[in-house]
């Protein structure tokens, strides 16, 4: 017997949630044959089998959100039968498993797949804990000793972090409701989460809750940008959108900057010794950051297809995990919605991220005391304040507008 359990996507990942069966109990099936879909925090993937054979013994139904690990299903061959303890929770439960490889889809979605392996439990004494629920423990007070883990192996999650908070005695609360429950009245309407907006509720009040955000605004003079602009469309040579010259500048402020590009990993910074800059995209049902990949060795033309590539596909879910994953910074782009500035979140284990806002004419009192109309942006960067001072953060986002503002210098 093989089961079928859910897949460890990513060092982050520690629950999916299971969309569909595209198999019914009792279907015969090959290895490697789809048999499902997942949604993890990054990405829609589909869930390959990983054995030849019956598919039985269904345990999770469409919708339900299951643990790294769990068993979902078997695949039984020839004249296997199912344990009698199946689906008792009496079972030994699978043990995490390692990443496991993945494949583009007939759709462009992920495929992924892995075979369950015996639990093995923590030594006696030892507290296992993932690098998520630590970071969590860590922004709610929450002492990782009291907590009982519910992941494979007793390994505590992040759930029970937060169960342990919510269960905590009300004199030792120092954090304040996630909400509070309001009357309805006849007027008004529930609207239902899809997984994508819960995904997206969840990761921005993490990233505000335990990461000590600061925010450093620039005004950008545009004009020479606008210059270039007209004048690759007057040869023909194709449109560059201002987010394409922010992200070339980001890219190499970065490489300038290798402190910025880093995460912080509780004891210590881990340096990237790659610049890939996530591009926050709008969905009509909530928000991904696909990854430019090695953009500071990009050109500008280059970054310009392969932002338009990612957002356009991001909204048509046909992304891959490796395009949704290892972003080392960030960029959130708001100046097609007409406002004057705003302070992005910062999308974690990044350092930060620079959010633009729209070109407005203003006047302007030059060197030379002379006055002149220019058009201008502000760019604000939202920083990690573990990883980023504020002077380091100040002269970085200097460094981003004075290669704006000599915009030749990313044709390079």
Same mark, same amino acid.
């Given at each position: 017997m093989t089961e079928v359990i859910m897949p460890k996507m990513g060092d982050g990942m520690e629950e999916g949630t299971l969309l569909?069966?595209?198999?019914?109990?009792?279907? !015969?099936?090959?290895?490697?044959?789809?048999?499902?879909?997942?949604?993890?925090?990054?990405? !829609?993937?589909? =869930?390959?089998?990983?054995?030849?054979?019956?598919?039985?013994?269904?345990?999770?139904q469409a919708g339900a959100n299951v643990p790294v690990g769990k068993p979902m299903a078997a695949i039984l061959k020839g004249d296997e039968s199912l344990p009698s303890n199946w689906g008792s929770g009496s079972a030994a439960p699978a043990a995490e498993p390692e990443p496991v490889a993945v494949?583009?889809?007939?759709?462009?979605?992920?495929?992924?797949?892995?075979?369950?392996?015996?639990?093995?439990?923590?030594?006696?004494g030892r507290l296992v804990a993932s690098p998520l629920a630590k970071k969590v423990a860590a922004g709610l007070g929450v002492d990782l000793a009291t907590v009982s883990g519910t992941g494979p192996g007793g390994r505590i999650i992040e759930k029970d972090?937060?169960?342990?908070?919510?269960?905590?005695?009300?004199?030792?609360?120092?954090?304040?409701?996630?909400?509070?429950? =309001?009357?309805?009245?006849?007027?008004? !309407?529930?609207?239902?989460?899809?997984?994508?907006?819960?995904?997206?509720? @969840?990761?921005?009040?993490?990233?505000?809750?335990?990461? +000590?955000?600061?925010?450093?605004?620039?005004?950008?003079?545009?004009?020479?940008?606008?210059?270039?602009?007209?004048m690759f469309e007057e040869e023909g040579s194709g449109k560059v959108s201002i987010n394409d010259f922010v992200v070339r500048a980001v890219a190499l402020a970065l490489r300038e900057? +290798?402190?910025?590009?880093?995460?912080?990993?509780?004891?210590? =910074?881990?340096?990237?010794?790659?610049?890939?800059?996530?591009?926050?995209?709008?969905?009509?049902?909530?928000?991904?950051?696909?990854?430019?990949?090695?953009?500071?060795?990009?050109?500008?033309?280059?970054?310009?297809?392969?932002?338009?590539d990612l957002a356009g596909r991001a909204r048509e879910n @046909?992304?891959?995990?490796?395009?949704l994953s290892g972003s080392t910074f960030a960029v959130s782009n708001m100046g097609m919605l007409d406002v004057d500035n705003f302070g992005a979140i910062i999308n974690q284990p990044n350092s930060g991220i620079?959010?633009?806002?729209?070109?407005? @004419?203003?006047?302007?009192?030059?060197?030379?005391?002379?006055?002149?109309?220019?058009q201008r942006m502000n760019i604000t960067g939202s920083f990690?304040?573990?990883?980023?001072?504020?002077?380091?953060?100040?002269?970085?986002?200097?460094?981003?507008?004075?290669?704006?503002?000599?915009? !030749?210098?990313?044709l390079s």
């Amino acid at each position: 017997m093989t089961e079928v359990i859910m897949p460890k996507m990513g060092d982050g990942m520690e629950e999916g949630t299971l969309l569909e069966w595209l198999k019914k109990d009792g279907d !015969t099936v090959k290895s490697g044959e789809v048999i499902g879909t997942i949604q993890t925090d990054k990405a !829609t993937l589909e =869930l390959e089998s990983p054995g030849s054979g019956k598919l039985a013994g269904i345990l999770v139904q469409a919708g339900a959100n299951v643990p790294v690990g769990k068993p979902m299903a078997a695949i039984l061959k020839g004249d296997e039968s199912l344990p009698s303890n199946w689906g008792s929770g009496s079972a030994a439960p699978a043990a995490e498993p390692e990443p496991v490889a993945v494949a583009a889809g007939s759709n462009g979605s992920a495929a992924a797949a892995a075979s369950a392996a015996p639990a093995v439990a923590a030594p006696a004494g030892r507290l296992v804990a993932s690098p998520l629920a630590k970071k969590v423990a860590a922004g709610l007070g929450v002492d990782l000793a009291t907590v009982s883990g519910t992941g494979p192996g007793g390994r505590i999650i992040e759930k029970d972090v937060r169960a342990a908070a919510q269960s905590a005695p009300a004199k030792q609360a120092t954090a304040a409701p996630v909400f509070v429950p =309001l009357a309805a009245s006849a007027a008004d !309407t529930n609207v239902a989460l899809n997984r994508l907006r819960q995904i997206t509720a @969840k990761r921005t009040q993490e990233s505000k809750q335990t990461v +000590p955000h600061f925010y450093v605004t620039v005004e950008v003079d545009v004009e020479r940008i606008m210059d270039l602009r007209t004048m690759f469309e007057e040869e023909g040579s194709g449109k560059v959108s201002i987010n394409d010259f922010v992200v070339r500048a980001v890219a190499l402020a970065l490489r300038e900057m +290798p402190v910025v590009n880093s995460s912080y990993q509780g004891d210590h =910074l881990l340096q990237h010794g790659n610049v890939s800059v996530g591009i926050a995209v709008a969905l009509e049902d909530g928000l991904t950051v696909p990854v430019v990949h090695h953009a500071d060795r990009l050109s500008l033309r280059q970054i310009s297809a392969a932002v338009r590539d990612l957002a356009g596909r991001a909204r048509e879910n @046909k992304l891959s995990l490796d395009e949704l994953s290892g972003s080392t910074f960030a960029v959130s782009n708001m100046g097609m919605l007409d406002v004057d500035n705003f302070g992005a979140i910062i999308n974690q284990p990044n350092s930060g991220i620079v959010a633009i806002a729209s070109v407005r @004419k203003k006047v302007v009192a030059m060197e030379d005391d002379e006055v002149q109309i220019r058009q201008r942006m502000n760019i604000t960067g939202s920083f990690d304040h573990r990883v980023v001072d504020g002077a380091v953060g100040a002269k970085f986002m200097n460094i981003v507008r004075a290669y704006l503002e000599n915009p !030749t210098r990313l044709l390079s």
